[in-house]
C-alpha cells in the first residue's frame, strides 16, 4: 500500500481537524447512522486520552467513536476514490455514512478503503471511525482485559509505556485513476562505482519508470513492471550525509501518463559479519536512542514540529541512529530520516510477549509465556500479519537497516523457538535485503536464550547499575563485562546495547552513586561506554531513553518513565552534554 501522494495523475485531501467525539457509553446501538450525541470534540492526529481532563475519558477501555464531515472533491467524477487512516489504535472500523467500508487490528500500520462506489463527487458524507484500544492476549501487543465489580473493564499491559489510543495520525481522502499504481519495491545494490536499483512495480498496464538525480535531471529510465537501473558513479546514501534519487513510476496508456507516482530511492547497502555492522561496506557504529513517540497531551500524536526538534537534538548530541522501541512509527518520521541520514532500527509492536517478567517483578511464580492461555498460534498470526503490513510500508526506506520483530519477548522459555522461528523466516521472505533482530531482555542469557542462533545482530537490553546492582556501578560494571563477554564468545555475531539507563529526576545531585540524580545517570552511562568500548565485536550504543515518557499507573515510576537522556519537554538533563561529547567523537564508526 503507497503512501497517498499528490503527483499530475492524483490527489489529496487531508481530513485532519478537530473531530466530534464519544466514548461508548454516551451512543446507542448504531453511533456512525447519526450525528454523535454530546458536544465533546478531540483533535486528529493525537491520542484521545490526554485531551479530556475527565479520568472516565482518559482510562476509558473499549470503543471510542470520532465523526466528521468530509466534501468529495467535485473534480474526482471519473476518479478511484480512497479513505486512508495511517493508523487506528489499537483497532479500527470505518463507516461512510451507514456502510462499513473497512476494520482493521494493530494499531500502528496504515489501512484503507476504496470507497468510490459509495460516495459521490461533490457530494458530503458522514465519516465515522470506532476505535477500539483493548489489547488481548491474541493482539500484538498484547494484554488482559478484565472487569471490575461494578462492572467497568479495566486494562492491563506488559509493556513500559501508556496505552495512549485512538486517532493519532493523519486521514486522508485521495483519489487515483481506476488504472492505478499498487505497489512499488525498490532494493539497492553497487556494482564498482555504480549503483543498482532493482524496481518491481505492481500495477495493471504497461509501466516505465524514470531515475533522477536530486537536482531533478534523468539519470537514467526503465521500460516494464520490474527491472534493474543502473546508476552510472553513484551517490550513495550514507548516514549523515543522505542522498535520494527520485523514481518516478508511469502506467502509460495509449503513450499518454495513465497514473504516476514519485518515490525517493537511496542507494546503500547493508551486510552484517560476525562482528561488524556495514553500510555501503564501512563499518557502521550506532550513536543514539530507543524513543517513543509520546508528548504532553498529543500523547502518541504524531506532531511535526517535534518530528523537526528531536531530530535537532539527535544532530545536537551525536546521535547517527534510534530504534522505533516498541512500535512502527509514523511514516513521516521515516521519511524524515532519509532525508537527513539518521539510520533507523525499525521495530515492531510486539513488545510484553513475556509473562515471566511479571513472575520476576511481584515474586509470583511466572506463568508460561508461550501457552493456549498466553502467546499462542492466534497471537503469533497476528504478529505475523503486522510483520507483513509493517515491511509492506517500510522496505522502500533506505533508513531503515535492520527490522526488530519483538522486545524483550520471553526467548528463554519453553516455546520461545517454535514461536519466533516462523516469524524470522517469514521477515527474511518478505525482505531478504535487511538484517532481523529481537531486543533480548536480561533474563535471557547467551546460554538460556533460545532464538539467538536464528539472529544477525545480538542486540541487548541490560539494566546493571540500575535494576540489578543499584547505585553499585563497579559490581554493575562487571556483571556487566562478563555478560558482554559470553554473548560475543557463545554467538559470534555482532552486538548491539539497544537498552541502558538510569531512571533521573532533573535536579537531583549527589557527589555519591546516588541513583535519580544526574551525575548517577552521567557516571552510568560512562561506565557502560568503558566497557562497551573493550568487545571487539561491539557495533553500537542506544541509550533508554531519548527522553522520559508517560507509562501506565505504578509504585515504579513517578511521572512516568525518567530514563530519558531529555526531559518530556525535551530539556537536557546533565547526561545529555556527556553523551554529546562521546558521540560527537565517534562519528559513524569507531
Ligand atoms: C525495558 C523495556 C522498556 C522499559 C525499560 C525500563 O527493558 O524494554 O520498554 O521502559 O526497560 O525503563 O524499565
Known amino acids: 500500500m503507497l503512501k497517498p501522494q499528490t503527483t499530475p495523475t492524483r490527489e489529496l485531501v487531508n481530513l485532519d481537524g478537530v473531530w466530534r467525539f464519544a466514548t461508548d457509553p454516551m451512543v446507542g446501538d448504531a453511533p456512525w447512522a447519526a450525528t454523535l450525541p454530546g458536544s465533546l470534540e478531540v ?115 506488559l509493556h513500559d509505556f501508556y496505552n495512549y489510543a485512538g486517532l493519532a495520525r493523519s486521514v486522508w481522502l485521495y483519489s487515483t485513476p481506476s488504472r492505478f499504481i499498487e505497489g512499488v519495491t525498490v532494493t539497492t545494490g553497487r556494482e564498482g562505482a555504480n549503483g543498482t536499483v532493482d524496481y518491481r512495480v505492481e500495477a495493471s498496464g504497461t509501466v516505465r519508470v524514470i531515475l533522477r538525480d536530486a537536482d531533478g535531471g534523468q539519470v537514467t529510465a526503465g521500460d516494464g513492471a520490474n527491472g534493474r537501473l543502473v546508476v552510472p558513479d553513484a551517490t550513495l546514501w550514507q548516514p549523515g550525509a543522505a542522498y535520494l534519487y527520485e523514481l518516478e513510476v508511469q502506467i502509460v496508456e495509449d503513450g499518454a501518463v ?43 500524536g504524531h506532531d511535526n514540529a517535534y518530528l523537526v526538534h528531536d531530530f535537532e537534538l539527535m544532530n545536537w548530541i551525536g546521535a547517527n541512529s534510534f530504534r522505533t522501541s516498541h512500535y512502527p512509527y509514523a511514516e513521516e518520521v521515516l521519511e524524515y530520516a532519509d532525508r537527513h541520514g539518521l539510520v533507523v532500527i525499525d521495530e515492531t509492536a510486539a513488545v510484553g510477549l513475556n509473562l ?53 519477548p520471553a526467548s528463554n522459555e519453553d516455546g520461545a523457538r517454535e514461536y519466533f522461528e516462523p516469524l524470522i523466516e517469514l521477515t527474511r521472505e518478505l525482505d531478504p535485503t535487511r538484517p532481523v533482530t529481537i531486543a533480548e531482555v536480561m533474563f535471557a542469557t547467551s546460554e538460556n536464550d533460545k532464538v539467538a542462533d536464528l539472529l544477525d545482530v545480538i542486540c541487548l537490553n541490560r539494566y546493571y547499575g540500575w535494576y540489578v546492582a543499584t547505585g553499585d556501578l563497579e559490581t554493575a ?12 564468545d557463545t554467538h559470534g555475531k555482532p552486538i548491539l546495547m539497544t537498552e541502558y539507563g538510569a531512571d533521573t529526576m532533573p535536579g537531583q545531585h549527589s557527589v555519591w552513586d546516588v541513583p535519580w540524580t544526574e551525575e ?33 499507573l505504578g509504585i515504579h515510576r513517578v511521572g512516568g518513565n525518567k530514563k530519558g537522556v531529555f526531559t518530556r519537554d525535551r530539556r537536557p538533563k546533565a547526561a545529555a552534554f556527556a553523551l554529546r561529547e562521546r558521540w560527537r567523537g565517534i562519528g559513524n564508526s569507531k
Request: with cysteine; aromatic share 10%; charged share 20%.
Open 356 to 408: 515471566g517478567v511479571m513472575g520476576g517483578l511481584t515474586g509470583a511464580p511466572a506463568t508460561p509465556t508461550f501457552s493456549p492461555e498466553g502467546c499462542n498460534d492466534q497471537t503469533r498470526d497476528a504478529h505475523a500479519q503486522h510483520l507483513r503490513e509493517l515491511i509492506a510500508r517500510d522496505k522502500n526506506h533506505p533508513s531503515v537497516v535492520m527490522w526488530c520483530i519483538a522486545n524483550e
Open 43 to 157: 483533535a486528529v492526529p493525537a491520542s484521545f486520552n490526554d485531551q479530556f481532563v475527565d479520568p472516565a475519558i482518559r482510562g476509558h477501555v473499549g470503543l471510542v467513536w470520532y465523526q466528521r464531515n468530509v466534501r468529495v472533491p467535485r473534480g474526482w467524477k471519473d476518479e478511484r476514490i480512497v479513505l486512508r487512516l495511517d493508523a487506528a489504535t489499537h483497532a479500527g472500523a470505518v463507516y461512510v455514512d451507514d456502510t462499513l467500508v473497512a476494520e482493521h487490528v494493530g494499531g500502528y500500520t496504515p489501512f484503507e478503503a476504496d470507497v468510490t462506489d459509495v460516495v459521490t463527487a461533490g457530494g458530503e458524507f458522514r465519516l465515522t471511525v470506532g476505535v477500539d484500544n483493548r489489547l488481548t492476549n491474541i493482539t500484538i501487543p498484547p494484554g488482559t482485559v478484565t472487569t471490575g465489580p461494578d462492572g467497568r473493564q479495566k486494562q492491563s499491559y
Open 520 to 552: 548517577y545517570q552521567r557516571d552510568y552511562l560512562a561506565m557502560h561506554h568503558r566497557i562497551f568500548d573493550r568487545i571487539p565485536s561491539f557495533v553500537g550504543e542506544q541509550v533508554w531513553n531519548f527522553a522520559d515518557f508517560e507509562t501506565s
Open 258 to 300: 495513465a497514473d504516476t507516482y514519485t518515490l525517493p530511492v537511496g542507494i546503500r547497502t547493508v551486510e552484517v559479519t560476525a562482528t561488524e555492522f556495514l553500510i555501503n561496506g564501512e563499518p557502521f557504529y550506532f550513536t543514539g536512542f530507543g524513543k517513543h513517540e509520546d508528548t504532553a497531551v498529543r500523547g502518541k
Open 477 to 488: 560494571a562487571q556483571y556487566l563485562e562478563m555478560d558482554l563477554r559470553a554473548w560475543a
